[in-house]
């Protein structure tokens, strides 16, 4: 895997660019694989955009839909809706019914493949997940690792894969958190951690990350302590493999106003000089 560490970016500074891959489709790059192209990325599409030729990819895709509704294959997908479309599924149609924004995870070459009639479409091998409204799902709040208890966290589980047990989930911080007497452990995963926040702020070593921030985390590499002053939903993957939490002897400390500290690739720089900040008032 050849993808830069990205943590974190406010999605809001980067520009929308033509994705050459679908007509009339424009999307933020998030996360591109040199070799592969598979590609991160946040798309938008406009109320009535139609594709106009069936297609598939090699590559997985799961995506999980930010603003709007779109209808694939006769499906519709609504505002927080996700779903999981493993190699060789076929979009047979898809419509956007209003202006729609999706975060799309393709973890392969995301070059469509068209369907001409008569084609012999390759073996699907892994079952698709389609419509799944993630409103409709309970926070489970059972308590994996004691030593995100503070978090007072929940989880909506999407998918774990069969095979690479990857996994991803929505996982939700309460409010007014923050680890005991101000300081706590650092975690790591022998896995990519990826993350986008769907709504709220969560606080932590490279800064507070707000709706719409971004990261792609390679293995091995500490992060933490968290903590939130509003609440957060982040959507989760650990790619390629089992989500496994290991943990540092030490204790860091932790405050609610970190500064805005990433970690970004040559082409994220200059967009995430500055902390972007919401203007309310
Ligand atoms: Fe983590």
């Known amino acids: 895997m050849a993808r830069a560490h990205v943590e974190f970016i406010q999605s809001q500074v980067l520009d929308w660019q033509p994705w050459p891959y679908q007509q009339g489709v424009v999307y933020k790059q998030l996360s591109v694989d040199a070799e592969t192209q598979a590609t991160t990325g946040i798309f938008k599409y406009s109320a009535g955009w139609l594709e106009q030729e069936a297609y598939w990819l090699d590559s997985e895709e799961e995506f999980f839909v930010l603003k709007g509704e779109i209808t694939i294959n006769g499906v519709r997908y609504g505002e927080g809706y996700y779903g999981y479309f493993p190699a060789n599924y076929l979009r047979k149609t898809l419509k956007a019914n209003k202006d729609t924004v999706i975060i799309r995870f393709i973890d392969q070459s995301p070059k469509a493949i068209k369907y001409q009639c008569g084609d012999l479409v390759p073996e699907v091998t892994k079952a698709a997940i389609e419509g799944i409204n993630t409103f409709d799902m309970h926070w489970d709040k059972g ?6 208890a503070h978090l007072d966290f929940g989880r909506k589980i999407l998918r774990i894969d069969d095979t690479t047990k990857a996994k991803t989930f929505l996982y939700m911080v309460s409010p007014q958190t923050y680890p005991p007497n101000w300081c706590g452990p650092r975690e790591h995963h022998p896995t990519v951690e990826e993350s986008f926040c769907v709504t709220g702020t969560l606080a932590g070593n490279h800064g ?13 590499i500490p992060h933490g302590p968290y903590g939130s002053r509003t609440g957060c939903v982040l959507l989760i993957r650990f790619v390629g493999g089992e989500h496994i939490n290991h943990w540092s002897d030490e204790n860091y400390p932790f405050i609610f106003d970190a500064k805005y500290a990433p970690v ?11 902390e972007w900040l919401p203007e309310p008032f």
């Open 143 to 148: 308590e994996l690792d004691k030593k995100l």
């Open 208 to 220: 507070v990350m707000r709706t719409g921030a971004y990261f792609w985390r390679p293995p091995g």
């Open 264 to 274: 970004l690739p040559d082409n994220m720089l200059l967009a995430g000089k500055k």
